[in-house]
């Protein structure tokens, strides 16, 4: 009886915290043009899943919403519900948010409806690519609304689960090279069968089981597929936790989505910080390329402008020559200044080939 009463109560509370805290985001709607705000509810009519985002995150969506990472977590409400945040980077190379779910559970369907309410907020604009942790149930529902969309398994979470899944550190440590090195495609499978045969993994089935999945989590397969430079979803991971300064297991929802707004407020700021610092600051070129980096200044923003010079610097490192030239045929060597006998790559140009 005593069970009963105390589960009727929690029940009464989540209901009028559910309404109390639907309220608030109606009034945000109210105030703000181009808020978006869905939810739906389960058998007994009570709050299931519900989606958010603002007018900031739209426009970030629209600029920079080509790559997206998502992951859930937990300890952000006092009824356990699984929060999802939807992230990306910026032009200034750091973590913005797109929108944000709270789901019923974490199973294909709810990913599904917060994936599809996302994209109804964005005016059905797909990302060019996908990152997540692995999940079985994420996977299924990004193959269902975005079928043709790159998705990519979080490199740390596939390295994590190879030392949980084979033995003895060689191992694990052959099996992580091709997570993040980068191979010939027409060179992989010849090189995973020499690493299988050396170490044995013939009948590890999780070995077997992540080939038949390689596309999506093996370096080789990435070429010609945007990721904004991300191999992880630490930006996802990153942010779950910068919100948990805001928000605790004890959270009732209508304390919850103001708390979440406080948190993107701050992270806003330093978009802004950002901006003022890229438009005031003086750039020192150093390399003799002066012409590239002050075009490289003219159109990236610092933090991107920092990434390129050191690009730049790096390939300056480096001088080319050509040892052979044919009718049809010439070979490029590039090779480290000072060490002309180290042949570093080799590019082949073929005059026939070529259609300008």
Sequence with gaps: MYNKIAKLRRSKAF??????????????????????????????????????????????????????????????????????????????????????????????????????????????????????????????????VFPNCQHRVCGWHVARNACAHINGPKKSSAFRSFIFDHIDEDKFDECWNEMIKQHGLEDNVWVNMMYEKRHRWAETYSKGQFFAGMRSTQRSESMNNYMKEYVCSREKLFDLFPQIDRALMRLRNNFFTDEYASNTKSLVILSHMKALEKHASSIYTYRIYCDITKEINDSIKYSHFAPWNEENEVEYVLTEYDSPYKKTVSVFYYRDRIDF
């Excluded at 789901?103 to 599809?116: H, M, N, R």
Aim: glycine share 4%.
């Design 15 to 144: 209901e009028s915290d559910s309404q109390a805290a639907i309220s608030y985001l109606e009034s945000k709607a109210f105030t703000e043009a181009n808020f978006y705000c869905r939810f739906n509810t389960d058998d007994d009519d009570r709050l299931a899943n519900i989606f958010w985002r603002d007018s900031h995150s739209l426009f970030e969506y629209k600029c920079f919403g080509d790559v997206l990472v998502f992951d859930t977590t937990y300890k952000t409400n006092a009824y356990g519900k699984p929060l999802v945040l939807f992230v990306g980077v910026n032009n200034h190379s750091a973590t913005c948010v797109f929108g944000a779910a709270l789901l019923l559970d974490e199973t294909f369907t709810s990913y599904k409806w917060a994936l599809t309410k996302l994209m109804d907020s964005m005016g059905s604009k797909h990302p060019l690519s996908i990152m997540t942790d692995g999940d079985e149930a994420m996977r299924q529902a990004i193959d269902e």
